[in-house]
């Protein structure tokens, strides 16, 4: 199977051919927060030095209290929510997987390529994305059952107290949390399994040594410890995501899902108002399974002009 798999982003080839600069876009393509968390200063051998236990517990500890995670339950940072999905298939024996789609491709995909059956049928392996991407649904507890559960809170911290957290102390279930998307450092490539501790030391000798770089602990630390600057910025997400929804509703669309950090309608057309919005430099996010479904994520608070200007 081929790893290229359908995902946001792209604005190199949106401007390739739609013309303009990469500085020209807005890019709402992805549901990532377009005000991140400010990184500060930090130590110059964060950069020369092999990061140390010391950084890595720092982190591990922040992690930890920021999302309530069981004392009995262990923690594992990697470089990105990705690069954990990527490992998840060779925990178990291959056999078959259940993943209820529309959802995050990377999942059913690092399955599919490890030799295992995707289905939506009941598997040893459930894998839920909770919120899900690009619909939102969230999962209630007793709808998972399976002999192992995957749940992926990539966009929970908008939502904190509906977190499956508590789970995680269980030999059934693996939480795997993303840095990037709530905090808007995509790039810093920084990600989470929580699990029993025997699951994560396994995963952690797949992982191997050093897995996150030095400025990641160090501005992950920083930032999970910051819970002044989670309050607000879920306060704002949540106002913007209403003020998406009017501005897109005015214009004819209906609002049928989505998160704080994304949006998902239903237009007539989804190809067309993508193409009429990257007329302006705004790229978007469609999808090869629905000619009417288009998802947004949130302009940065000098942005909202262009989109408005564009519609």
Not at 11 to 33: P, Y
Not at 257 to 281: H, I, M, P
Not at 288 to 298: C, E
Request: glycine residues 8%; contains cysteine.
């Amino acid at each position: 199977m081929s790893r290229h798999r359908d995902h946001g982003g792209g604005i190199d080839a949106a401007a390739a051919r739609f013309g303009g600069e990469r500085g020209d876009w807005l890019d709402l393509s992805t549901g990532i927060n377009p005000v991140p968390y400010s990184i500060g200063a930090f130590p110059k051998d964060a950069w020369s030095a092999l990061p140390d236990a010391a950084a890595s517990d720092a982190l591990v500890q922040a992690a930890r209290t920021f999302w309530n995670v069981p004392k009995e339950a262990a923690i594992l940072p990697a470089p990105g929510a990705s690069s954990l999905i990527a490992r998840m298939p060779s925990l178990w024996p291959k056999g078959q997987v259940s993943i209820q789609k529309p959802t995050y491709n990377e999942h059913a995909g690092a399955f599919d390529a490890q030799g295992w059956q995707v289905t939506r049928d009941k598997g040893s392996v459930h894998v839920v994305v909770h919120p899900n991407n690009p619909t939102g649904r969230v999962w209630s507890a007793h709808e998972l059952t399976a002999p192992i559960t995957v749940i992926d809170e990539s966009f929970c911290d908008i939502a904190p107290e509906q977190s499956h957290i508590a789970r995680a102390a269980r030999d059934d279930t693996i939480v795997l949390k993303s840095f990037g998307k709530f905090w808007g450092l995509a790039g810093l490539r920084l990600g989470f399994a929580i699990a029993h501790p025997d699951t994560i030391h396994t995963l952690s000798t797949i992982m191997g040594p050093w897995a996150v770089s030095g400025p990641a602990l160090h501005i992950g630390a920083a930032a999970l410890n910051d819970q002044a600057w989670a309050k607000i910025t879920r306060l704002r997400l949540t106002q913007d995501a209403d003020r998406l929804d009017a501005l897109m509703n005015s214009q004819g669309a209906q609002t049928i899902g989505g998160t704080s950090l994304f949006r998902l309608y239903e237009v007539d057309d989804a190809r067309a108002l993508q193409e009429s919005l990257a007329q302006n430099k705004i790229w978007t996010r469609i999808f090869p399974y629905s000619d009417k479904w288009i998802r947004l994520g949130l302009p940065a608070p000098d942005a909202w002009g262009q989109l408005e200007a564009a519609l």
